[in-house]
């Protein structure tokens, strides 16, 4: 069972939640999911990890970042005009808020005693190492598919996104030209060696992390996988490389059904969870 809530930014805009295992609160095992970079939380998988999950006794929390582009109760990106104003430090800032507000008791009183763990897939999981590293109450973060850095554009596309003030991507789903203003590209060339760098995040994490990659991502190369790993506490870090599938692990949306890769993914993230938040 789900239910949902609206949180409203300081600059008034809206964050779309859905809690999903509402009576699993007391247990004091939170567990937040991420969306990627031209995702959202109802895509695909979403809703299937959330019963997932809160069947298993954890109280997880999805929620769609305020500029993602989907507003409200839909699964289109029907504000374009907003995906074009997002960026990664408004993202991770969003997430911060999202963990605050779950502190502060907006979806149901807390325990005297709660752990959070972070789920993030793709730029998610990027977003999520960021917020997760600095953040006292997060007490673990596993990535799906997680980018390495943000900075994933070639010279001349960021030479021609300066001379044009905004850089155009296609929605492969929906065909859609989406733009994304010159403010996303200075985010990441100001504060991506320092705020915004996830390998450094990872190197001083010291919380546990598990990284999940499938071999045949060809939207974020593996590659990045073995950098996150390299560059983490292997103490307290597992990384699964799954041979044979991609950036979303062969699962679409609309969603259809689970499959064998996909539930082992499921099954060694719980593994993760109930160590390290149950």
Same mark, same amino acid.
């Given at each position: ?7 409203q ?11 999903y295992g509402?009576k699993?609160l ?8 991420v ?7 109802d ?5 299937y990890l ?9 109280f997880v929390l999805?929620?769609n970042?305020?500029?993602n ?43 005297g005693s709660y752990r ?6 793709s ?8 917020a997760?590293s600095?953040c006292?109450?997060?007490s673990?973060?596993a990535?799906w598919?997680?980018?390495s850095?943000f ?15 905004y850089?155009e991507?296609q929605?492969a ?10 403010e996303? %590209? &200075?985010d990441? #060339?100001?504060? *991506?060696?320092?705020? $915004?760098? =996830? %390998? &450094?995040?990872? #190197?001083?994490? *010291?919380?546990?992390l $598990?990284? =999940?990659?499938g ?12 950098l996150?790993?390299e560059k983490?506490n292997?103490?307290s870090s597992?990384l699964?490389?799954l ?5 979303t692990?062969?699962?679409?949306h ?11 993914i499921?099954?060694?993230?719980l593994k993760?969870?109930e160590?390290?938040?149950?």
């Open positions: 069972m789900s239910k949902n809530y609206s949180l930014t300081v600059d008034k805009e809206n964050i779309d939640v859905t809690v509402e699993n007391p247990n004091g095992k939170i567990i937040v999911f969306h990627g970079f031209k995702g959202f939380k895509w695909g998988f979403g809703p959330g019963e997932f999950f809160s069947n298993k006794g954890f999805t929620f970042f305020s500029l582009g989907v507003p409200a109760g839909s699964q289109n990106f029907e504000e374009p005009e907003k995906f074009a104003q997002n960026s990664i430090s408004r993202e991770v800032k969003e997430l911060i808020f999202v963990i605050d507000s779950l502190k502060s008791g907006k979806f149901g009183t807390l325990p959070i763990g972070l789920l993030g897939h730029r998610g999981g990027g977003v999520s190492i960021l997760g600095g006292e109450h997060v673990a973060v990535t598919s997680a980018v850095t900075d994933r554009y070639s010279e001349r596309q960021k030479l021609q996104w300066h001379e044009n003030g850089f991507v929605n789903r929906t065909g859609q030209i989406m733009r994304m203003n010159i996303y %590209l &200075k990441i #060339e100001e504060n *991506g060696s320092d705020a $915004l760098n =996830v %390998l &450094k995040a990872v #190197e001083k994490m *010291g919380k546990p $598990l990284l =999940v990659h071999e045949q991502d060809l939207a974020v190369p593996v590659k990045e996988a073995d996150l790993y983490s292997k103490r597992e699964l490389i041979p044979a599938t991609g950036h692990f062969d699962i679409k609309p969603f259809e059904s689970s499959n064998k890769k996909f539930d082992k499921l099954e060694k993230t993760f969870f160590k390290n938040i149950g």
